[in-house]
């Protein structure tokens, strides 16, 4: 296992680590090619470049298939993706900016698939090691560090580009990621049980059967409500910088209030979320979560009804709304890691934060299309109506389970 009273030292360099790449395909990458004059109709295409993060469900049966005894199931994909990671990332601070664009795509593509391979086996790793106090800290360094990475690499190391170059922005990550991978080297303790049960190293059918399993015993309504958390946050979330736009504030206050104020205030709700955990026990912390998120929104909501809303108001509700969310992330990952069947984390556990992504599309698809034929007011008010929604689901689905999970039998898959 990690080393007692200190797993938490190796999760943070690690999802920090997983953070840069996608920061910097987000936010550097599109300013990087525009200045080597690609068009804007490529760019607009770089979401593609982030697919393995999409559908790393596919493959996450191997990591709980396949790996070392000796070195341990996780350990032993943590480490060579981590090593990859590196070594790709190291490698684009030598693709020439004239011409070598398609070689560059191709390596972000592949620290995006090596990131997400390694995500796999971390949160395997996590939901096999933690014990049932430590999910909440442990999802809010989830949350936090792969934000941190996230604004290291897309943020910081963009800014310090334009003293020492784009070149300086890949060598920095490498660097960064060598470090992640020493601590890991280190500090990281996998060890196999004493028995060989086949618990410990099950087969693909075996995997598919113990999912099969959960879905009926009440899975697929674990899938509603992870599918549902995000729905009515995403929709006011997604028109909320376009309205501010239309009521005459300028991209440097937006970006300001929400990529600075919102993404500090978020960080602290995701830390505080732990607290939150730790103190109410993870299904009260998920319901209350839900519930003080709903005043964000009307906060939200109010605003736009508002001809000229004052700045000081919009930060205000900008960062309730924030901290909320925060908090809510982390009690919801805490709560899906709290349900899944430690004997294939990896397969589980990314299933159902697959589903978490995938439920945020129908609130951002569907947002566009109420603000221009109602109004944003409706889009706002469908969003405070959904969300109130999911927090009475979260209370009654609650309710419905025994405060802590039994762990599965080693017996289970013989």
């Given at each position: 296992?990690?080393?007692?009273?200190?797993?938490?030292?190796?999760?943070?360099?690690?999802?920090?680590?997983?953070?840069?790449?996608?920061?910097?395909?987000?936010?550097?990458?599109?300013?990087?090619?525009?200045?080597?004059?690609?068009?804007?109709?490529?760019?607009?295409?770089?979401?593609?470049?982030s697919?393995?993060?999409a559908?790393?469900?596919?493959?996450?049966?191997l990591?709980?298939?396949?790996?070392?005894?000796?070195?341990?199931?996780?350990?032993?994909?943590?480490?060579?993706?981590?090593?990859?990671?590196?070594?790709?990332?190291?490698a684009?601070?030598?693709?020439?900016?004239?011409?070598?664009?398609?070689?560059?795509?191709?390596?972000?593509?592949?620290?995006?698939?090596?990131?997400?391979?390694?995500?796999?086996?971390?949160?395997?790793?996590?939901?096999?090691?933690?014990?049932?106090?430590?999910?909440?800290?442990?999802?809010?360094?989830?949350?936090?560090?792969?934000?941190?990475?996230?604004?290291?690499?897309?943020?910081?190391?963009?800014?310090?580009?334009?003293?020492?170059?784009?070149?300086?922005?890949?060598?920095?990550?490498?660097?960064?990621?060598?470090?992640?991978?020493?601590?890991?080297?280190?500090?990281?303790?996998?060890?196999?049980?004493?028995?060989?049960?086949?618990?410990?190293?099950?087969?693909?059918?075996q995997?598919?059967?113990?999912?099969?399993?959960?879905?009926?015993?009440?899975?697929?309504?674990?899938?509603?409500?992870?599918a549902?958390?995000?729905?009515?946050?995403?929709?006011?979330?997604?028109?909320?910088?376009?309205?501010?736009?239309?009521?005459?504030?300028?991209?440097?206050?937006?970006?300001?209030?929400?990529?600075?104020?919102?993404?500090?205030?978020?960080?602290l709700?995701?830390?505080?979320?732990?607290?939150?955990?730790?103190?109410?026990?993870?299904?009260?912390?998920?319901?209350?979560?839900?519930?003080?998120?709903?005043?964000?929104?009307?906060?939200?909501?109010?605003?736009?009804?508002?001809?000229?809303?004052s700045?000081?108001?919009?930060?205000?509700?900008?960062?309730?709304?924030?901290?909320?969310?925060?908090?809510?992330?982390?009690?919801?990952?805490?709560?899906?890691?709290?349900?899944?069947?430690?004997?294939?984390?990896?397969?589980?556990?990314?299933?159902?934060?697959?589903?978490?992504?995938?439920?945020?599309?129908?609130?951002?698809?569907?947002?566009?299309?109420?603000a221009?034929?109602?109004?944003?007011?409706?889009?706002?008010?469908?969003?405070?109506?959904?969300?109130?929604?999911?927090?009475?689901?979260?209370?009654?689905?609650?309710r419905?389970?025994?405060?802590?999970?039994?762990?599965?039998?080693?017996s289970?898959?013989?």
């Amino acid at each position: 296992m990690l080393m007692p009273r200190r797993p938490l030292l190796v999760l943070f360099p690690l999802y920090f680590a997983q953070g840069m790449p996608y920061g910097f395909q987000a936010t550097a990458l599109p300013v990087y090619l525009r200045e080597q004059g690609t068009s804007l109709t490529a760019i607009g295409f770089l979401g593609l470049l982030s697919l393995p993060w999409a559908v790393k469900a596919l493959w996450a049966p191997l990591v709980d298939r396949f790996g070392s005894r000796r070195l341990g199931r996780y350990k032993s994909w943590i480490l060579p993706m981590q090593l990859l990671l590196a070594l790709v990332t190291l490698a684009s601070a030598f693709v020439p900016a004239q011409g070598g664009t398609p070689v560059l795509l191709v390596l972000v593509f592949l620290m995006n698939l090596f990131a997400a391979t390694q995500d796999i086996a971390v949160d395997g790793l996590a939901v096999r090691t933690l014990r049932p106090e430590e999910l909440g800290p442990a999802n809010a360094i989830q949350v936090v560090g792969y934000k941190i990475g996230m604004l290291t690499g897309g943020g910081l190391l963009v800014w310090l580009s334009g003293s020492f170059g784009w070149r300086f922005v890949f060598v920095a990550m490498a660097a960064l990621m060598l470090v992640a991978f020493a601590i890991t080297v280190i500090f990281a303790r996998e060890e196999a049980p004493a028995d060989a049960s086949p618990i410990d190293k099950p087969t693909l059918v075996q995997i598919l059967a113990r999912l099969w399993r959960a879905a009926k015993l009440g899975g697929g309504w674990l899938v509603v409500l992870i599918a549902t958390a995000k729905i009515g946050e995403q929709m006011v979330d997604t028109m909320w910088k376009p309205f501010l736009l239309d009521r005459g504030f300028d991209k440097a206050q937006i970006g300001l209030w929400q990529g600075t104020y919102g993404m500090i205030a978020s960080t602290l709700g995701s830390l505080f979320g732990a607290y939150v955990c730790r103190r109410l026990g993870i299904g009260r912390a998920l319901f209350w979560a839900a519930a003080l998120r709903v005043p964000g929104l009307v906060g939200q909501l109010v605003i736009a009804t508002q001809a000229a809303p004052s700045s000081d108001a919009i930060i205000g509700v900008t960062i309730v709304e924030h901290v909320a969310s925060g908090v809510l992330t982390t009690a919801l990952f805490a709560f899906m890691m709290s349900r899944v069947d430690p004997a294939i984390g990896a397969t589980h556990y990314t299933l159902l934060a697959s589903v978490e992504v995938l439920g945020k599309a129908p609130g951002a698809l569907s947002s566009g299309v109420i603000a221009d034929r109602f109004g944003y007011v409706a889009c706002f008010a469908s969003g405070v109506v959904l969300s109130a929604a999911f927090a009475a689901y979260a209370a009654w689905f609650v309710r419905q389970l025994s405060p802590t999970p039994k762990a599965p039998s080693r017996s289970a898959l013989r």
